[in-house]
Structures are given as structure tokens and as C-alpha cells.
């Protein structure tokens, strides 16, 4: 094993040798194994935000295998899916590559300003997939974020009892606050902060802008002379406040944009210490080829080639 990924697993001291494999797993496979770098994809937008957005694009995505072929071609670190999508394929794909199953989803046919997820799958289904991870999503600012605490909670005992590895998707949102302050530089580095004390072996948060949500944190942030005006600037604060860079902390990939803003994104994450990317739509709704090449880009700028 590479010495990277040796590093890595010391941070994570009170787990169990099943769920550090299973973490080396992830870490270990695809085109960036044993840098201690990931790419994961992730298809939960059918159900987030439904088919016709989600697929239409590129309708071959439509297809369950669709998208485990396309990690695997891709080589990346490993694939997350709800429920249905991983059962629909697992088993042809069993072994290829390592599997995140979502736990928690929710609809777009609402407009809940505090949203709550529901539990659509379960540590027993991760294990019957042979998943190496959980995924779960909270939301910090919901009026709902006790009842999702709580619940991840209780999930991470039972994920980590069984050596499985938990992936937290941590999204800012809510009545108090702002659409910008859902991706604010203080508000995204608190929500890496919370999925971190959550007890999370891998963090998901979005990447930060260049503002400041709360009044008292930008005093603090302005007495401090704290540098924000670039993208890695930004990352770095965020990775701080993942225990020091000491949690896994990848950023979502977003509405799907042109090549190149997606490239300046990633550069922008990788030059601030984040440990890589989590791409959905700007991959699957790409045509395959087109989808494929992008991926390669994204994996050699994270090997410092591009």
C-alpha cells in the first residue's frame, strides 16, 4: 500500500480493519488509486430531480448499467446510487468497482424551504450489494436538521459496526438562510465542520464563494486578514475546518457547464488541498465519449498533469 494512503487511514484510528479496508478500497481504485485523490460519480439527480431533467439530455443514462460502465471506463474511485439504481446492475458489475449506497432521497415536486430527506435504504441493503459505503445527505440550517442528525447518527454505529465506510453529503439550507448563503465560505466550511463531528470518514460539500453569510464570522474572518479572493484560498479554509485536512473533503460538481469552467473549478480544488471531486451531471449528461474525455481531463489535472 502507498505510503499516501497509509497517512490516510492513521486519521481514522477508531474504526474497525473492515471499514479501513473498505475505505483503502475507494481509495486504492481506478486511474487515481494510491494518490490519495478521488473522482466519484454520483447519479441520485433521477430521483432529486427528476427524470426528464436528469436524463433527457443524454438519454442512454436512462439505463442503470449506463452508469457503472461509465465509472468503470472512466476509472474512477467508485460509484453512488439509491436503492434501485444498484440493484438494477450490481450483480453484472459485481466486483468492478466500489459501490455508495444513498440512503436518504427526496423529490422535486415540493418547495420546502427547511427539506428532510427520507430513508430509502438501509445498512442490511449496503451489505447485500456489497457496497463499501453509505451515503447520506443533511441539511444544516433546516428546521429538520435535528431529526437528520439523529438519523445519521444512528446509521454511522451500524454502518461502522459492519465495517462499511459513510460518505456525508452536507448541503446549508433553510429558512435563515440565503440561496448565496447556501454556498457561502463561512456556511460551507461549517457544514464540513458538521458532517466531520458527525462522525463521516468522507465529506461532500459544495464548493465555496468568494461571500460571507454571518455577520459575526465575517468580523472574525476580517480581523484575521483571511484571503478568500481565489477559489483555492477558499478551499484551503474549508479544508481546515475538516479537522484540519484531516477528513476526506470532496466537492460536488454542480449544474452541468462548459469544459473549461469545470477544469478552472477542479485546479481551484486541488490547489487548495481538496482531496478531489464528486461528478455527476456534468459527466452523464455528457454524450459518452464526450463524457469520457472530460473525466480523463479531470483525472490528470488531479495527478498534476493538466
Sequence with gaps: MKRRIKEILSWYGSDNPGTLTNLARILNHGKLGGTGKLVILPVDQGVEHGP???????????????????????????????????????????????????????????????????????????????????????????????????????????????????????????????KDGETALDVSAYAAQIAAQLGAHILKVKPPADCVEQAEAKKVYEKAGLQTATLAQRIEHVMNSAFDGRRITIFSGGAARGTDEVLEEIRGIRDGGGFGSIMGRNAFQRERTEALALLDQVVKVYQGKL
Excluded at 59 to 69: M, N, T
Excluded at 118 to 128: H, N, P, W, Y
Aim: hydrophobic share 40%.
Design 52 to 178: 426528464g431533467r436528469t436524463y433527457v439530455p443524454n438519454p442512454p443514462s436512462f439505463d442503470p448499467r449506463y452508469h457503472f460502465e461509465l465509472a468503470i471506463e472512466a476509472g474512477l474511485n467508485a460509484y453512488a446510487a439509491p436503492l434501485g439504481f444498484l440493484e438494477a446492475a450490481a450483480r453484472d458489475y459485481a466486483g468492478d468497482l466500489p459501490l455508495i449506497l444513498k440512503l436518504n432521497n427526496r423529490e422535486n415536486l415540493s418547495s420546502d424551504k427547511d427539506p428532510l430527506q427520507a430513508v430509502t435504504g438501509s445498512v442490511e441493503a449496503a451489505l447485500r450489494l456489497g457496497c463499501a459505503a453509505i451515503g447520506y445527505t443533511v441539511y444544516p440550517g433546516s428546521l429538520q436538521r435535528v431529526s437528520m442528525y439523529e438519523r445519521l447518527q444512528a446509521l454511522t454505529e451500524e454502518a461502522k459496526r459492519h465495517g462499511l465506510v459513510v460518505v456525508v453529503w452536507s448541503y446549508p439550507r433553510g429558512t435563515d438562510i440565503s
